[in-house]
């Protein structure tokens, strides 16, 4: 007969327990212990009610015996208070993603003496039925060991289940093979139903054997327990008694082990989100507190369990506990082929390398967008285009550095801290329409038209040799900046200047009418000009010359190339000495590029041909060649034994006077006025003939110069500028 099951936990079967209150989500105290010896506790496990999960019970609260070495982990439940005998389980291991704690499993047993007396028994029996557990269904298996056994497992508060397993063996070798399935012979097993959480287990033998029965002889005990699965593997070892040592006596309580589910039953249900929440909304419950985490209904029994979201591993029960995780480091994740894992927030991606297109993460990956040999034809392109642009790359950073190194020589950085427009040479190329508008040259080189960036018309001078590098910017400096002050009405203005070629390049303003010697010798027809303009001319240049020679601070600064090819004409003819300080840099830059001494051999003083000495009074002597031109429109054409300087001379000496000479265009007017006018040109002619005196003494100044100019203009034309009548 089977033995009868003990009257155990009948006090805690009673059906109408009121259902416990809803508890209110407590997030983990901080300074509760996260371990005990080598277990884990993650929330919400906690080490005593108050760092464990609910307000007032003991579902997740655990404790720790410090008096092991290593300290070991028990659950509370049991012992519940009702239960005397039931011992606390001891802990292996927590796991918050599968709602499972894997447990030490008690071991029922019975040992006979004889075929029908017995020595020992130890029937286990638990309950678990209020506390968060259920016995694993699909994680364990009820286990019966003996060679005359009928295990016998009996659950439900009510004890309604009830079911079993025999196994037999007539003798140790008629029992099965080491690791052998348990089907009976030595061991059996028996799967376990849902939702069991009192547990009987019971052993007994078969009747009918007694008093024949010799099983106790060679297996002395029958053992039964509820074990993980694959966990057990049978041996005969275990039927025996060796050395004095049962099965039980050799595994103690703490080798056979066996798997509870858990999840929070006191706090109902998951909670569908609202219908405002969104689509990608997830179901909610107070335990679930971290962000990226949801709720999943208990799969055994009631209740609910966290989970973190997809893309998220961690603690969902905890405040931030989902951390994203980087799929792209876990193989259950990967990207097909040709593309490469990128991880985002909660999820990845797989991005098609360069050249390919699909979805990555399909299993056949990403494709190529062109065929092989589209791809050929297009990397060739993309080297050639390469090899072609890089070269030219070089060259414009080469370019780059060398106009870098000019503008530093040529004093840039102390140009700009001077107020002084400094164009780049891009700039000027601008304006210039890439210097394609030539207007002239001359010693320093080609002049271009241009409009600047207030479309004013603007001249832009560009050496024309390059020369050996100057060593020193210096000199430019200085010059540049001393023109740059020049403001005289009647001076072509400097209005900026480029430092990145090897010889600065100068921009000034751009003078319309050319220069007096095109008006009086250029080609064509000859323009017609009164000899109140004349004089103007002759004035206005002869005041820029004294202003540069004695006003101003400017003491002897020489122009050293006074003609009328540098005296410029606006619209009204307003003449503008050009050339100042260009006549300095091209000295200075013919220090280093080999040219000649700057100046014209018609207008030169021959004093200095003769000493070298260029003084004030050797602009003076052009100034005169100059006055004779305008007033005979002849060219100041010097060929070592004629010119027009000796030739007036000549003329002046032989005649008493130039009127020979004089330009027969002066005088188109009446009579009278030409008689006036034939005066004033003798007095500009021996003007013009003191200027051009050997003894250098014997010159006018510039000053004189304007001076009896302005007399002459004076005395044939009045007061009012206008031609007397
Ligand atoms: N600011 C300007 N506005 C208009 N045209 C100008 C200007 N500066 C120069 N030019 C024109 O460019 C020509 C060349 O000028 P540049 O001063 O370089 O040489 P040059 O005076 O003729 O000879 P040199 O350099 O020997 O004195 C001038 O004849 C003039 O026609």
């Known amino acids: 007969s089977l033995i009868p099951l003990p009257p155990l936990v009948a006090a805690a079967s009673g059906s109408n327990i009121a259902p416990p209150p809803p508890v209110v989500a407590a997030a983990p105290r901080p300074g509760c212990p996260s371990m005990c010896g ?52 001891e802990v292996i291991s927590i796991s918050l993603e599968a709602g499972e704690i894997r447990v030490f499993s008690p071991v029922s047993y019975i040992c006979y003496n004889s075929s029908n007396t017995t020595d020992s028994t130890g029937f286990k029996v638990w309950s678990i039925k209020t506390g968060p557990f259920l016995l694993s269904k699909t994680r364990n298996v009820f286990t019966g060991i003996g060679c005359s056994t009928l295990a016998l497992l009996a659950g439900r508060e009510d004890l309604s289940y009830y079911t079993g397993c025999y196994t037999s063996c007539m003798s140790l070798h008629a029992a099965a093979q080491d690791g052998e399935e348990c089907a009976g012979l030595g061991c059996c097993q028996m799967p376990i139903p849902t939702n069991l ?79 405002d929440a969104g689509a990608s909304a997830k179901q909610t419950a107070p335990a679930c507190i971290s962000r990226n985490s949801l709720c ?37 994740y990967h990207c097909g ?21 699909g979805d990555g993460k399909s299993e056949k990956g990403c494709r190529r967008i062109f065929p092989g040999y589209a791809t050929a034809i297009l990397v060739a392109l993309v080297s050639l285009t390469i090899l072609v642009i890089l070269p030219y790359l070089l060259y414009k ?36 329409n890439n210097f394609s508008e030539e207007i002239g040259r ?42 740059f002050d020049i403001r005289h009405p009647n001076i072509v203005p400097l209005v900026g200047c480029c430092l990145e070629t090897s010889i600065p390049m100068l921009v000034f303003e751009f003078i319309p009418n050319g220069s007096l010697s095109d008006m009086l010798h250029g080609a064509g027809k000859p323009r017609s000009l009164s000899l109140q303009k004349r004089l103007d001319i002759a004035i206005g240049s002869a005041e820029a010359l004294t202003y540069m020679h004695s006003e101003a601070g400017h003491n002897n600064r020489i122009h050293g190339d006074v003609k009328s090819g ?35 051999m018609s207008y030169i003083d021959p004093v200095y041909i003769n000493t070298g000495s260029f003084t004030e009074k050797s602009d003076v002597y052009s100034f005169g060649v100059v006055l004779l031109e305008l007033i005979t429109r002849k060219k100041a054409k010097y ?22 000479m004089y330009d027969r265009d002066i005088f188109s007017g009446e009579d009278a006025q030409s008689q006036r006018s034939i005066e004033c040109l003798d007095r500009v002619g021996a003007l013009a003939v003191r200027c051009l005196k050997e003894d250098v003494e014997e010159r006018p100044t510039m000053a004189e110069v304007v001076e009896e100019l302005k007399q002459v203009k004076l005395i044939a034309f009045g007061n009012s500028g206008s031609e007397a009548s």
């Open 197 to 275: 959480s009192t547990i009987h287990i019971n052993l007994g033998n078969d009747d009918s054997y007694t008093p024949t029965n010799t099983a106790w002889r060679y297996s002395p005990c029958s053992y039964a327990f509820i074990a993980e699965k694959g966990s057990y593997n049978f041996t005969r070892r275990d039927l025996a008694r060796l050395a004095n040592k049962t099965f039980t006596d050799r595994v103690g309580n703490r080798t056979i082990r066996m798997v509870l589910d858990w999840a929070i039953r006191d706090g109902g249900s998951c909670q569908a989100p609202t219908k």
């Open 566 to 600: 540098n005296i410029l004409l606006d619209d009204d003819l307003n003449p503008k000495v050009s050339d100042f300080g260009s006549s300095k840099l091209v000295s200075i830059a013919s220090r280093y590029a080999k040219w000649s001494v700057a100046g014209d």
């Open 296 to 332: 999943v209904n208990a799969t055994h029994g009631s209740g609910y369990l966290c989970q973190c979201s997809e893309g998220y591993a961690g603690n969902p029960y905890v405040t931030d506990g989902c951390t994203n995780i980087n799929e792209c480091e876990l193989t259950k």
């Open 442 to 483: 001359g010693a320093f080189g080609m002049v271009f038209k241009g409009i600047n960036d207030e479309h004013q018309p603007v001249a832009v001078k560009r050496p024309i040799v390059e020369g050996e590098k100057p060593q020193q910017g210096g000199e430019f400096v200085g010059e540049i900046i001393f023109q």
């Open 639 to 660: 060929d070592g034994s004629n010119s027009l300087p000796m030739n007036f001379v000549k003329t002046c000496k032989k005649e008493g006077n130039g009127r020979k």
């Open 397 to 432: 950073e080469h370019e780059r550095r060398i106009r870098r190194g000019y503008f530093d020589k040529n004093g840039g950085k102390i140009l700009s801290g001077a107020n002084i427009v400094i164009f780049s040479e891009a700039k000027l190329s601008q304006f210039t």
């Open 38 to 89: 080598t277990v884990n506790i993650p929330y919400p496990f906690g080490i005593g009610v108050e760092c464990a999960w609910g307000s007032d019970n003991f579902d997740f609260a655990v404790t720790c015996n410090h008096s092991f070495n290593p300290p070991r982990l028990y659950t509370l439940n049991p012992p519940r208070p009702d239960t005397d005998d039931l011992e606390p389980f």
């Open 337 to 357: 082929s040709n593309s490469k894992c990128h991880d985002t927030q909660g999820d990845y991606v797989c991005k098609c390398k360069f050249g390919y297109k």
